[in-house]
């Protein structure tokens, strides 16, 4: 099993740019959420995508869009980048259950805006 | 709303001593809490979680942690460390099962000294 891929590992950008980070979730799992981890800081939710749909959203504003596929990957696009958006941006898969499911975290992909 | 203070940014201990990270939770709803691990280039990975059964949680590699609702408190304690733990650890809490977002504390690094 190749638990939670993301690509890519590091992007280099420029302000005013746009960018998409890809994510591969865990096998089994149909739940995909997003996370943006500042340098020195925790992860901060970003939005959660289930059934192809974002089921929840964090405080991010709508320059952060997603998208899920019916095979449960999922994208994360950041539009008019600003140099605030530089972080490692990660990813997490989960089943859907009502009881409680660990959240599987990629090794995220490290956004660097010039 | 919920949040979580991790009260120690920084704990240095010596190999073979007790490891004490501190966390303060809030949450309006009955909380679910875990600690996740951080190594550097690496992804998250849960050590472990508290979601209403037992008060003293045992996760992996040796950690445990307390929940007291009275304290407001999650610690995670090992009684002895190895080089291998120094790493970035984050207090987490939801007021779900863990299946939809996670708020994450700021985090601790630990040392470990030889």
């Known amino acids: 099993d190749a638990g939670v891929t993301q690509s890519p590992t590091h992007l280099i950008k420029t302000r005013g740019q746009q960018v998409t980070l890809r994510c591969s979730p865990k096998s089994g799992h149909d739940t995909v959420s997003w996370y943006q981890q500042a340098l020195g800081q925790g992860p901060q939710f970003i939005f959660q995508y289930y059934e192809e749909e974002e089921r929840q959203r964090g405080n991010f504003p709508d320059r952060f869009s997603g998208h899920q596929f019916p095979n449960y990957s999922s994208e994360l696009n950041v539009n008019a980048l600003l140099l605030g958006d530089s972080a490692l941006y990660l990813c997490?898969?989960?089943?859907?259950?009502?009881?409680?499911?660990?959240?599987?975290f990629g090794p995220g992909t490290r956004l660097t805006v010039l | 709303a919920q949040s979580v203070t991790q009260l120690d940014s920084h704990v240095s201990v010596s190999e073979g001593t007790p490891v004490l990270l501190r966390c303060n939770y809030s949450s309006s709803y009955s909380p679910s809490l875990f600690w996740y691990v951080q190594h550097p280039n690496k992804g998250l990975q849960l050590l472990l979680k508290y979601t209403s059964a037992a008060t003293l949680v045992k996760g992996i590699n040796g950690f445990e942690a307390e929940f007291k609702k009275s304290e407001t408190s999650f610690h995670l304690t090992k009684p002895s460390a190895h080089m291998s733990d120094a790493a970035e650890y984050f207090c987490?809490?939801?007021?779900?099962?863990?299946?939809?977002?996670?708020?994450f504390g700021s985090g601790t690094r630990l040392q470990v000294q030889p």
């Open positions: 987490v809490v939801t007021s779900d099962t863990g299946r939809r977002a996670l708020t």
């Open positions: 997490a898969s989960s089943e859907d259950s009502p009881n409680y499911n660990e959240q599987f």
